[in-house]
């Protein structure tokens, strides 16, 4: 009697497992699992970001399109999608081959143009202390000026005396002001890209401005 009670226990745990696991299994349709859709995009977006066409490990290298906004990057990825299209075959059910075709083309694609690289190059073209006074307009949102003897991003050859506008990002920005509203000092503000001297970076233009007419007047 024992070893009839564990044949029939032993029949119910297969019974549950083929309902369980191996019948779903059988049942399932192809491509169906859960993590399709989500490989799909993982592994556009990885041939998007390390193929030849785009570095994206270094951001100031161009592109082969030197496609800088977003609207070139798309004109150049459909240029480069009609250009590279091909024929491939895949697995057909409905054909009496079993197999047809279909147009393709490699995902070789262009990458989003760099956002902090386009506001740096945009913020560094305000040169020297007249530039405080474009401080403050919305074009200029995320810019601050160096008065004094700055290290530029896009401009190499003027590192260490480069005198202008800098990209100050709005997350630097703030921790700055929390950490002097900590302290009870006036905020330090630094470039969020490059270098400059300490209390020499400003970020309003009456700030700036003032500092600058200082600097003007001592030198």
Do not use: W
């Not at 100031?60 to 590279?84: G, R």
């Not at 895949?90 to 386009?118: C, H, K, N, Q, V």
């Not at 006036?186 to 209390?199: E, K, L, N, T």
């Amino acid at each position: 009697m024992q070893t009839e009670g564990i044949m029939v226990l032993m029949g119910i745990l297969t019974l549950l497992l083929l309902v369980a696991v191996i019948i779903p299994m059988v049942l399932r349709k192809p491509g169906s699992e859960g993590f399709v859709d989500g490989r799909d995009e993982y592994v556009r977006i990885g041939q998007m970001r390390y193929n030849k066409l785009s570095d994206t490990k270094n951001i100031t290298k161009p592109n082969m399109f030197k496609a800088t906004t977003m609207a070139q990057t798309d004109a150049a990825n459909k240029e480069i999608a009609a250009a590279t299209a091909t024929t491939e075959m895949r697995e057909d059910d409905t054909s009496s081959t079993g197999i047809s075709t279909r147009l393709t083309a490699p995902r070789l694609t262009i990458a989003p143009p760099s956002e902090m690289l386009a506001e740096s190059n945009k913020c560094e073209k305000l040169q020297g202390r007249a530039a405080c006074g474009a401080l403050g307009s919305g074009e200029h949102a995320k810019c601050g000026v160096c008065i004094k003897s700055g290290t530029a991003f896009s401009l190499p050859d003027e590192a260490g005396s480069f005198i202008g506008g800098m990209l100050v990002l709005p997350e630097d920005k703030e921790a700055a002001e929390a950490e002097a509203a900590a302290s009870g000092g006036a905020p330090v503000y630094q470039p969020s890209v490059g270098d400059c001297p300490a209390g020499s970076f400003f970020v309003s233009r009456a700030a700036c401005e003032e500092a600058a007419n200082r600097a003007d007047c001592a030198e």
